[in-house]
């Protein structure tokens, strides 16, 4: 399967990537199957992502993974924008190939993590208590093992497809 034009698109043109340097919160995830790491920056105005950057070592799926993940929680209500799931993200991106679903965990979960950070942060306990089994499960893709070997993207080199070599890392 070949990367569909919307993954190029914002695997070549990648929407807010970057850092915020006095975020409300931050999350960061490793992959654990290819090493890539992947961090998640918002700010908060009014219960809403007000902005959200990101910073990321991985793939060019992770690359537009993360730029389309952006650009769905911007604006959002906090609640609303931890919803969005890993297919979400594939699904606006025209699908992924299978080997590479993988990859998309890497940018809903940084931003779960970085909502729970907020929360935390301002002791809205409640709201994680409530949010508990998005944000479990955030935690732990950090922990997951055995994955497939195969989806590096070191593979992906020399075919024409997205590789490491991408603007969005740091
Ligand atoms: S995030 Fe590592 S191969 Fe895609």
């Not at 290819?34 to 998640?40: F, L, R, S, T």
């Not at 910073?55 to 924008?81: H, N, P, Q, R």
């Not at 979400?88 to 699908?95: E, F, K, Q, S």
Request: with cysteine.
């Amino acid at each position: 399967m070949k990367y569909s034009e919307t993954v190029m698109d914002h695997f070549m043109t990648p929407r807010n990537v970057g850092e915020i340097p006095d975020a409300d919160g931050h999350g960061m995830i490793g992959n654990p199957s290819c090493g890539d790491i992947m961090e998640m920056f918002v700010t908060v105005k009014d219960n809403h992502i007000d902005d959200i950057k990101f910073k990321t070592f991985g793939c060019g799926a992770a690359i537009a993974v993360s730029s389309m993940v952006t650009e769905m929680a911007k604006g959002k209500l906090l609640e609303d924008a931890i919803l969005i799931s890993k297919k979400d993200i594939a699904d606006a991106l025209g699908g992924l190939p299978p080997k590479k679903m993988h990859c998309s965990n890497l940018g809903t979960s940084a931003m779960r993590l970085a909502i729970a950070n907020y929360w935390k942060k301002n002791g809205m306990d409640d709201k994680i208590a409530s949010h508990k089994h998005l944000i479990k499960e955030a935690e732990e893709e950090n922990e997951e093992k055995g994955q497939d070997e195969k989806s590096c993207c070191s593979t992906e080199r020399g075919d024409g497809q997205p590789d490491c070599s991408n603007p969005a890392k740091t």
